[in-house]
T-cell receptor
């Protein structure tokens, strides 16, 4: 059974810091890995999708990497801003659009 | 292009009642998935539909059911509601397999 773990569970940083969020999964048989952000009480916003054959994806200040063999992914956020405060979720696609999610990292960026 | 929409946004029901939630995917998307989010369990997969066929189902009791219509709109139904069914129910759609999944705003269900 696929299990996804995210570390740390919570993170508080001052504005401007670069930070790394970690995600690990137990079964390397995945189709892709997706990072989402969720604001309190809201739905999920897709940030980045990495296909299983890819090593990384970039979008603006965000960079996500994938090491399928070791079951790890990282989300790098450069020059963090207060607007980045949210919960960040990692999910692996195990087939048929079935996502297995981690519990998330709650990020707080203070001005 | 309009995003994934879910109705209603909020629902309050009492134990034993039944509820139906609706999801309209992004135009052209044929895959619709449903998830339950609770503080304790996080996000858990309920089921996935593609072209009106349920292709995968999560580990939930039979009280949870769903369907998809020919226009790709989907509904999920929960019968005999329990307090533990209180959650945010999220719907997601995608264009092809496997691909980016786009989530709706969710339906907040409270069972009293």
């Amino acid at each position: 059974k696929q299990e996804v773990t995210q570390i740390p569970a919570a993170l508080s940083v001052p504005e401007g810091e670069n930070l790394v969020l970690n995600c690990s999964f137990t079964d390397s048989a995945i189709y892709n890995l997706q990072w989402f952000r969720q604001d309190p009480g809201k739905g999920l916003t897709s940030l980045l999708l990495i296909q299983s054959s890819q090593r990384e994806q970039t979008s603006g200040r965000l960079n996500a990497s994938l090491d399928k063999s070791s079951g790890r992914s990282t989300l790098y956020i450069a020059a963090s801003q207060p607007g980045d405060s949210a919960t960040y979720l990692c999910a692996v696609n195990v087939g048929y659009s079935t996502l297995t999610f981690g519990k998330g990292t709650m990020l707080l960026v203070s001005p | 292009k309009a995003g994934v929409t879910q109705t209603p946004r909020y629902l309050i029901k009492t134990r034993g009642q039944q509820v139906t939630l609706s999801c309209s995917p992004i135009s052209g998307h044929r895959s619709v998935s449903w998830y339950q989010q609770t503080p304790g369990q996080g996000l858990q997969f309920l089921f996935e539909y593609f072209s009106e066929t349920q292709r995968n189902k999560g580990n939930f009791p039979g009280r949870f059911s769903g369907r998809q219509f020919s226009n790709s709109r989907s509904e999920m139904n929960v019968s005999t509601l329990e307090l533990g069914d209180s959650a945010l129910y999220l719907c997601a759609s995608s264009l092809v397999q496997p691909d980016t999944q786009y989530f709706g705003p969710g339906t907040r269900l409270t069972v009293l």
